[in-house]
């Protein structure tokens, strides 16, 4: 059966900014975040970005503007033999009261339905509490990257140990 990595977005794929991603120079790509993909999509799992992007809700970013923020980040991959299988955001702010901003498991239940994901055997890596919370609620494995990790040095250790 299928299983995947969920990842979050901002802070793990890309520098976290307290002001959102707005426009493209604003996306800047972590270093070695495509061979951590790579380490990931070789073991056999999809790689799913779930990624709360409020910032629509509030006006500040258009919808066209975050495909094109995802396009470069789909590209930067493409240059780096790799890919992610699909990208779920959610547009709301707080107030909203969403089914799927994390820490709601909404969009992580959506990919399971959508790709037949077996959630038992999958991850969830971000840098906030609320990504680990998703991951409980929806049930699959949550792991906290901490501020001085990237996803490489976790996913590294992660498939390092299952060898042990
Ligand atoms: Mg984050
Ligand atoms: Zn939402």
């Not at 959630?119 to 949550?142: L, V, Y």
Request: charged share 30%; net charge positive; with cysteine.
């Amino acid at each position: 059966m299928t299983k995947a990595f969920f990842l979050d977005r901002d802070g793990v794929i890309n520098q976290e900014r307290k002001d959102y991603v707005k426009k493209l120079d604003e996306f800047e790509i972590i270093d070695d975040i495509a061979d951590a993909i790579k380490i990931i999509k070789s073991h056999g799992f999809l790689v799913i970005i779930i990624t709360n992007q409020s910032a629509i809700n509030r006006k500040l970013l258009s919808i066209e503007m975050l495909n094109k923020i995802h396009e470069k980040l789909k590209s930067h991959l493409k240059k780096n033999n790799t890919s992610i299988d699909k990208i779920y955001f959610c547009p709301h702010t707080p107030s909203e009261k969403c089914k799927c901003r994390k820490p709601k498991p909404g969009l992580i239940i959506q990919a399971i339905n959508d790709f037949n994901i077996d959630i038992s055997q999958s991850f969830m890596i971000g840098d906030s509490k609320t990504d680990i919370e998703a991951a409980k609620s929806a049930g699959c494995k949550g792991i906290l990257l901490k501020k001085s990790q990237t996803l490489l040095e976790v996913v590294s250790d992660l498939f390092e140990s299952e060898k042990r």
